[in-house]
């Protein structure tokens, strides 16, 4: 997941290590751009889009993964820090997207990050490939409470990760590790994923 971020205002994601800065004025709201296009800042916009009770990332058993999901894609969560975890029920016909470790801050602090951070996931027992993701700018919205910033606004940062794609997954029952590392950040998640036909989650 990410780390709090630790700049003026703290941004923090869940499956990987993350820091930013975050405020502004208005709501999240979910993106319709493709799958493909500017993952960073969606995936930040996703994670700060919830209050920190019923937020993705610091959800410690996958009952709250549905929340503000776009339609395009699912996002899956890391951690502030330590292993969780988590089921979390997927709808068919989506490609799944998250990081294994990530954070948003400051151009030369994603550098530094960048330059230790390691991750690797296994879905169903087979390695999945992970993409680097070097320091993109990003503009990312976020409502009151969310566990990044703690409040409602839009900011622009720098993103940066490791982070890992999945095809649509086929129905049935899935195993997804995901292990992350910064430094001496280190993020975990165990994630049983259940895949129901028809495109219900």
């Known amino acids: ?50 209050e920190e009770r019923t937020n993705p990332v610091t959800d410690t058993t996958g009952r709250f993964c549905d929340r503000n999901q776009p339609d395009d894609v699912w996002f899956l969560a890391g951690t502030f820090g330590g292993t969780y975890r988590r089921t979390c029920r997927v709808p068919a016909g989506r490609p799944v997207v998250f990081p294994l470790v990530n954070q948003i801050s400051t151009e030369q602090q994603c550098r530094m990050f960048m330059a230790t951070a390691t991750g690797k996931a296994t879905f169903d027992g087979k390695t999945v490939t992970p993409e680097r993701m070097e320091d993109d700018n990003v503009i990312v919205k976020g409502v009151v409470g969310n566990p990044l910033s703690g409040e409602e606004g839009t900011t622009t940062s720098y993103a940066c990760g490791v982070w890992a794609r999945l095809p649509p997954l086929k129905p049935g029952r899935h195993t997804l590790t995901i292990r992350g590392a910064s430094g001496s950040f280190r993020t975990g998640v165990d994630y049983t994923l259940i895949v129901q036909p028809d495109q219900q989650a």
């Open 1 to 50: 997941m990410s780390l709090r971020p630790a700049i003026p205002l703290l941004l923090v994601l869940g499956l990987v290590a993350g820091c930013g800065v975050a405020q502004g004025s208005g709501a999240a709201s979910k993106p319709k751009v493709a799958a493909s296009e500017n993952i960073q800042g969606r995936w930040w916009t996703w994670a700060a889009s919830e």
